[in-house]
Protein backbone atom coordinates (compact mmCIF):
# COMPACT_ATOMS: atom_id res chain seq x y z
CA UNK A 1 0.00 0.00 0.00
CA UNK A 2 1.04 3.58 -0.59
CA UNK A 3 0.65 6.61 2.31
CA UNK A 4 0.38 10.44 0.94
CA UNK A 5 1.36 12.49 3.75
CA UNK A 6 0.15 16.27 2.98
CA UNK A 7 1.98 19.45 4.87
CA UNK A 8 2.00 23.16 4.10
CA UNK A 9 -1.70 24.79 3.97
CA UNK A 10 -3.05 27.32 5.93
CA UNK A 11 -4.16 30.97 6.17
CA UNK A 12 -3.03 34.06 4.01
CA UNK A 13 -3.73 36.86 2.61
CA UNK A 14 -4.31 37.54 -1.36
CA UNK A 15 -1.05 37.97 -3.14
CA UNK A 16 1.17 35.52 -0.44
CA UNK A 17 2.65 32.73 -1.13
CA UNK A 18 2.55 29.39 0.28
CA UNK A 19 4.24 25.94 -0.24
CA UNK A 20 2.64 22.67 -0.30
CA UNK A 21 4.53 19.30 0.60
CA UNK A 22 3.61 15.64 0.17
CA UNK A 23 5.67 12.42 1.28
CA UNK A 24 5.04 9.35 -0.55
CA UNK A 25 5.83 5.75 1.58
CA UNK A 26 5.28 2.30 0.94
CA UNK A 27 5.24 0.48 -2.19
CA UNK A 28 6.54 3.44 -4.72
CA UNK A 29 7.83 2.05 -8.08
CA UNK A 30 10.07 4.11 -10.35
CA UNK A 31 8.00 5.50 -12.92
CA UNK A 32 5.24 7.40 -11.47
CA UNK A 33 2.92 10.47 -11.60
CA UNK A 34 2.47 13.17 -8.75
CA UNK A 35 -0.19 16.09 -8.40
CA UNK A 36 -2.25 18.48 -7.23
CA UNK A 37 -6.01 18.36 -6.92
CA UNK A 38 -8.37 20.93 -5.13
CA UNK A 39 -11.82 21.23 -4.18
CA UNK A 40 -13.28 24.22 -3.10
CA UNK A 41 -17.20 24.19 -1.50
CA UNK A 42 -20.14 23.11 -3.89
CA UNK A 43 -17.25 22.47 -6.29
CA UNK A 44 -15.82 19.04 -7.90
CA UNK A 45 -12.37 17.97 -7.49
CA UNK A 46 -10.12 19.54 -9.93
CA UNK A 47 -6.61 18.82 -11.43
CA UNK A 48 -4.20 21.70 -10.30
CA UNK A 49 -0.98 20.33 -11.58
CA UNK A 50 0.83 17.33 -12.05
CA UNK A 51 4.42 15.90 -12.86
CA UNK A 52 5.98 12.47 -13.55
CA UNK A 53 8.90 11.14 -12.45
CA UNK A 54 11.25 12.20 -15.55
CA UNK A 55 9.99 15.96 -14.85
CA UNK A 56 7.24 16.07 -17.18
CA UNK A 57 4.81 18.48 -16.01
CA UNK A 58 1.14 19.95 -16.32
CA UNK A 59 -0.70 23.28 -14.72
CA UNK A 60 -4.47 23.90 -14.92
CA UNK A 61 -4.57 27.10 -16.92
CA UNK A 62 -6.19 28.94 -13.68
CA UNK A 63 -2.43 28.63 -12.32
CA UNK A 64 -0.08 28.55 -15.06
CA UNK A 65 2.62 30.92 -14.29
CA UNK A 66 1.69 31.60 -10.30
CA UNK A 67 1.98 28.18 -9.45
CA UNK A 68 5.10 25.65 -9.95
CA UNK A 69 4.97 21.44 -9.14
CA UNK A 70 8.13 19.92 -8.38
CA UNK A 71 9.60 16.65 -6.58
CA UNK A 72 12.24 14.65 -5.24
CA UNK A 73 12.41 11.29 -6.87
CA UNK A 74 14.77 9.91 -3.88
CA UNK A 75 12.37 10.76 -1.07
CA UNK A 76 8.94 10.29 -2.91
CA UNK A 77 7.73 13.99 -2.15
CA UNK A 78 6.37 16.37 -4.37
CA UNK A 79 6.17 20.38 -3.79
CA UNK A 80 3.44 22.61 -4.77
CA UNK A 81 4.97 26.51 -4.91
CA UNK A 82 1.82 29.05 -4.68
CA UNK A 83 2.49 32.16 -5.43
CA UNK A 84 0.23 35.40 -6.03
CA UNK A 85 -3.01 33.32 -4.18
CA UNK A 86 -6.20 34.41 -5.20
CA UNK A 87 -9.49 34.23 -2.80
CA UNK A 88 -10.37 31.79 -6.13
CA UNK A 89 -7.79 29.52 -4.84
CA UNK A 90 -9.37 28.87 -1.79
CA UNK A 91 -9.77 25.23 -1.90
CA UNK A 92 -8.74 21.64 0.30
CA UNK A 93 -5.70 20.59 -2.14
CA UNK A 94 -5.10 16.84 -2.44
CA UNK A 95 -2.18 14.80 -3.24
CA UNK A 96 -2.29 12.31 -5.56
CA UNK A 97 -0.05 9.51 -6.95
CA UNK A 98 -0.66 6.96 -10.09
CA UNK A 99 1.57 4.31 -10.53
CA UNK A 100 0.86 0.82 -12.28
CA UNK A 101 -1.20 2.42 -15.13
CA UNK A 102 -4.67 2.43 -12.81
CA UNK A 103 -3.52 2.52 -9.14
CA UNK A 104 -4.35 5.85 -7.30
CA UNK A 105 -3.85 7.07 -3.84
CA UNK A 106 -4.84 10.06 -2.17
CA UNK A 107 -3.97 12.10 0.42
CA UNK A 108 -5.55 13.37 3.07
CA UNK A 109 -6.09 16.85 1.97
CA UNK A 110 -4.89 20.45 3.56
CA UNK A 111 -6.67 23.25 3.37
CA UNK A 112 -5.48 26.22 1.67
CA UNK A 113 -7.74 29.72 2.72
CA UNK A 114 -6.91 33.23 0.63
CA UNK A 115 -8.64 36.23 2.50
CA UNK A 116 -9.05 39.05 0.25
Known amino acids: QVQLVES???LVQAGES???SCAASGR???FNVMGWYR???GKQRELVARITSG???YY???VKGRFTISRENAKNTVYLQMN????EDTAVYYCHLRQDVTDDYWGQ????TVSS
Open 109 to 112: GTQV
Open 28 to 30: IVS
Open 55 to 57: GNT
Open 18 to 20: LRL
Open 60 to 62: ADS
Open 84 to 87: SLKP
Open 39 to 41: QAP
Open 8 to 10: GGG
